[in-house]
């Protein structure tokens, strides 16, 4: 029964696979190769479900693998790669019945080959599925790819060695090896797994790659990456990781004493490179480890005694006393005191005249005459009489000299353009002081405020040739006894204020009289022996017509427009330049002050257009490095912030040049230019000079160098310390780049001739603390070389002064100087090119004629289809920053060229200007306007 049972289903399935077939031959293209018959024998049961499904495998190698399903009920089930039925020999099948249901359960099982996979080209990867049918009809199961694995040897990228500081982040990158499947990735380290999972510094998730947030000493080692998938492991070149740690200094250790009890030694400190240890290949501490700083202490003095005094007359007691004093030297700086009496007393008569301390004359009777007695007593009382009328000559003499009062005769401090003053009062009171309200005779002679600029021809003559210093100098007043008071001579520019014919408008008063009285006291009360600080200051009258004001030699200089006052309204207007220490507050940030602190006014000006201020800075301006801030002073004398320079504002604007800063402002007050460095490289300029003069000792002789931030006003400051030492310009002053990259400024002397000069211990190099020359604010700083001539024969000195700052730029300065007095060659080391008239006023303060100027204004103020308007000009002019400011403008284009006008002051010519409008004219030559007439005008 079994045996005809098997031989029906046999035949059944031969005629099943002929049905399929014939079903195939039928269809065209073979699009219909997979149908299987859509309707058997109604029978009960149910549509196949797969138990089990092919999985997705790969040929490992020439090994084949196994697919195999399982599918009930299921009458037949049959294998179909890549769209073709496999054979049914290839097939291996098995049956079962279900204890449950009792429906049957069929499975079938293929091999694939490498060869099969191999000969295969589909356009996808080779596949197969099942395909069972029941006696309702036909299942599919899922498509199983079969792909041949493989893993090249070769990684796509090797992770690179690196050496990173500690706490860096370290990424090492590896890209396995193309490979079926993809492989998998593993890192080592030191032939150890490195795990991410109990340490959340490490991470490995992030595309192969292994990411140590920040380094450690123990991430130290040799990594690798590890590709494997089920073929094979691949390792890559090993990588190593060196976690360094760089040096950095310890404290200093305190000032160790002089070295010498006194005269002149050294002190010394140091630090060591500790602070961390460099480790692992760290650099080195970069650095001094030892400074040494001079140190000088007076050496004592022992006292020596004096000669006696003359014997005093003899006392009652027949004595007679005499003394002497310990100041032949007096003992100084710990010196020891002179040994001995300073007394003496001895018996005037060889000890005859007393008796157990008693008179002899109360002793014994008296046995001298009576008429010697007499004698000498007449003779006490001429000497009385005479010394009385010696007394009264005196006083009599002196009250006949008491008309002259004081006298000021001290010319050597009149240098400068400066005559002396001759004050004629009479005594009053403390002939030692001055009376404040005493004033002085101004119709003598000249003065000026500030470094001396001239008018007309005729001022020169009031220069002497040998006055090589700008500032003014103080005036020295010698009265009775020697008494030295200095007076300020700053505010007496106010007192020569001269009106120039064709200078103010109609209606402008030209009285000065408020300035006289503003400035009666030139000496305040109490500070007549304290030398004040001149004050720079200018002062002008200035109309509707305009004008310029300029505080000579110190880059400062204030541009009043025409039109900016109204007309028939003038105002007297002031510019100053802060002679004292900045109060602007940089302390706790790196800012610095960039140039000095300028101040306009008067506090209640009112102006139609603004006014340009400017002001010489020493950075060399970069927006990468640099950002400039703008602050101006409150009336509390706090400082608020006015703008960034390469910020947009429309209350002001802000031009920055290589030399100087040009402001737009409309509110009077004091104003400074602040500079903020973004990065190390940040850059502002020094000056550098060399001045030398003799010593006390005729064989003595002292080169001082100054350091001082690049701008007019800082290098007045040399100039005025130089003057009062008769000091001597012995090179050129050069420019130093210095960077804001912490490291300090070392300034040594060089090629000194060893036989003709020797150079005092310990000076032969000297340096500036970083933050010292990054902050000086203006602040000159210097420091001296002492020389010594080994002969007086010896008249000539050369050297060369090194001044560099460490891993920075270096400058050298060479010296050629005469050092004998008479043989001084005078330098003019100063040029004043800005030193011009400090006050002008209507047009010619200004370079661009007016009629000019109104034309363009009228050209470029009303825009016009060619483009042809005032943001053109400005465009044409380099000014193409912060254009909403000139937009809020009445006259956009007259502020423009008012911005040209302060930019152009110093070179005079309207070149850039012509230039600029005949490109326009070229660029616009079809319009109607064009300005090829104004060109021509400008030219």
């Known amino acids: 029964m079994g045996r005809r049972h098997a031989g029906r289903e046999y035949y059944l399935g031969i005629l099943f696979w002929l049905g399929i077939w014939i079903s195939g031959v039928a269809t065209k293209g073979g699009e219909s190769s997979d149908a299987l018959p859509e309707s058997i024998p109604s029978v009960p049961g149910t549509l196949p479900h797969f138990l089990a499904e092919p999985d997705d495998a790969y040929i490992v190698k020439s090994n084949p693998i196994k697919l195999h399903c399982r599918a009930m009920p299921a009458m037949q089930i049959f294998f179909k790669c890549n769209g073709e039925w496999v054979h049914q020999n290839e097939h291996m099948s098995e049956e079962s019945i279900d204890e449950g249901t009792g429906l049957k359960i069929r499975e079938v099982m293929i091999n694939v080959s490498r060869q099969q996979v191999e000969d295969f080209h589909g356009p996808e990867d080779y596949w197969c599925q099942c395909v069972a049918w029941s006696h309702l009809g036909t299942s599919k199961s899922r498509k199983a790819t079969v792909r041949i694995a493989y893993l090249r040897k070769n990684f796509e990228q090797d992770p690179q060695g690196r050496e990173v500081p500690i706490e860096g982040m370290i990424v090492l990158h590896c890209r396995p090896p193309e490979g079926v499947p993809m492989a998998e990735v593993e890192w080592l380290k030191n032939e150890e797994p490195v795990s991410a999972l109990n340490d959340d510094n490490i991470d490995t998730r992030a595309n192969h790659n292994l990411i140590i947030k920040q380094a450690r000493l123990s991430d130290s080692g040799n990594y690798t990456c590890l590709a494997s998938n089920i073929v094979a492991k691949r390792r890559s070149a090993s990588a190593t990781v060196v976690v360094y740690v760089n040096g950095g200094w310890s404290l200093w250790t305190e000032w160790s004493a002089c070295n010498v009890r006194c005269g002149r030694g050294w002190q010394k400190r140091s630090r060591t490179c500790t602070n961390p240890a460099p480790l692992n290949g760290g650099a080195f501490c970069e650095g001094m480890s030892v400074q040494k700083i001079t140190c000088s202490s007076v050496c004592p003095v022992d006292g020596s005694w004096d000669v006696w005094s003359e014997w005093s007359l003899c006392s009652p007691e027949c ?552 943001q053109l000009l400005a465009k044409k002019l380099n000014i193409e920053r912060n254009l909403s400011y000139f937009a809020k403008q009445k006259s956009p284009s007259a502020v423009i060229l008012n911005l040209w006008e302060a930019r152009h002051q110093d070179n005079g010519d309207l070149d850039s200007l012509a230039s600029a409008l005949e490109e326009i004219g070229k660029i616009h030559a079809k319009s109607p306007n064009s300005t090829e007439d104004l060109t021509e005008d400008c030219s």
């Open 319 to 870: 004595e007679r006393q005499r003394s002497r004093e310990c100041n032949a030297p007096s003992p100084r700086h710990g010196g020891k005191f002179c040994e001995g009496p300073s007394q003496e007393t001895e018996n005037c008569t060889e000890g005859l005249c007393t008796q157990n301390r008693k008179l002899l004359h109360k002793v014994k009777p008296p046995t001298i005459d009576s008429a010697s007695d007499v004698a000498l007593y007449a003779g006490l009382a001429a000497g009385v009489i005479a010394v009385a009328v010696l007394v009264i000559a005196v006083t009599v003499y002196r009250k006949s000299q008491s008309e002259y009062g004081v006298d000021v005769i001290d010319s050597s401090a009149l240098t400068g353009g400066f005559q002396s003053f001759n004050f004629k009062t009479a005594r009053q009171g403390n002939s030692l002081l001055l009376n404040s309200s005493m004033q002085p005779d101004l119709t003598v002679s000249r003065t000026y405020s500030g470094p001396i600029c001239f008018q007309d021809p005729m001022d020169k003559e009031l220069m002497s040739e040998s006055a090589l210093f700008d500032p003014l100098p103080d005036i020295k007043v010698k009265v009775q006894s020697s008494f030295m008071v200095s007076l300020s001579v700053a505010d007496r520019a106010e007192y020569h204020v001269k009106a120039q014919p064709d200078t103010y408008p109609r209606g402008v008063s030209r009285d000065y009289n408020t300035l006289n009285n503003r400035n009666k006291s030139l000496l305040p009360p109490g500070l007549s022996n304290v030398t004040l600080k001149p004050e720079l200051r200018t002062v002008g009258i200035f109309g509707h017509l305009g004008g310029r004001l300029v505080v000579p030699n110190t880059g400062v200089s204030l541009l009043v427009p025409h039109g900016a006052i109204m007309e028939d309204t003038s105002w007297e207007m002031y510019m100053i330049v802060n002679q004292q220490e900045s109060s602007v507050s940089t302390e706790g940030s790196s800012e610095i002050l960039l140039g000095p602190e300028a101040t306009y006014g008067p506090p209640g000006l009112t102006l139609s257009s603004p006014l340009a201020l400017t002001i010489a800075h020493c950075a060399e301006v970069s927006s990468e490095h640099w950002n400039i801030h703008l602050r101006r002073q409150t009336t509390e004398g706090k400082w608020e912030e006015v703008m960034s320079t390469d910020e947009e504002s429309t209350s002001c604007y802000c031009l920055t040049d290589s030399h100087c800063c040009h402001l737009l402002l409309e509110q009077p007050g004091t104003y400074a230019l602040i500079g903020e460095p973004l990065t190390e490289s940040a850059v502002k300029r020094l000056k550098l000079a060399i001045f030398g003069s003799m010593s006390c000792n005729a064989l003595d002789y002292s080169v001082r160098v100054y350091c001082v931030d690049d701008t007019p006003h800082a290098f007045q400051g040399v100039v005025a310390a130089e003057k009062s030492k008769g000091g001597q310009l012995l090179e050129e002053p050069k420019t130093l780049l210095f960077k804001g990259n912490s490291f300090n400024l070392q300034v040594s002397i060089q090629d000194v001739p060893q036989f003709l000069w020797n150079i005092k211990p310990f000076t032969t190099c000297q340096e500036f603390p970083f933050s010292e020359v990054w902050c000086s604010n203006q602040k000159p700083l210097h420091c001296a070389f002492s020389l010594e001539r080994y002969s007086p024969s010896t008249t000539q000195l050369s050297c060369k002064i090194s001044v560099r700052q460490v891993k920075g730029h270096e400058q050298i300065l060479q010296v050629y100087a005469s050092v004998v007095e008479n043989e001084k060659e005078l330098i003019p080391f100063f040029a004043q090119a800005d030193c011009t008239v400090t006050s002008q006023t209507g047009p010619k303060a200004f370079k661009i004629p007016y009629s000019i100027r109104q034309r363009i204004c009228a050209t470029f103020d009303t825009a016009n289809a060619k483009g042809k308007d005032w």
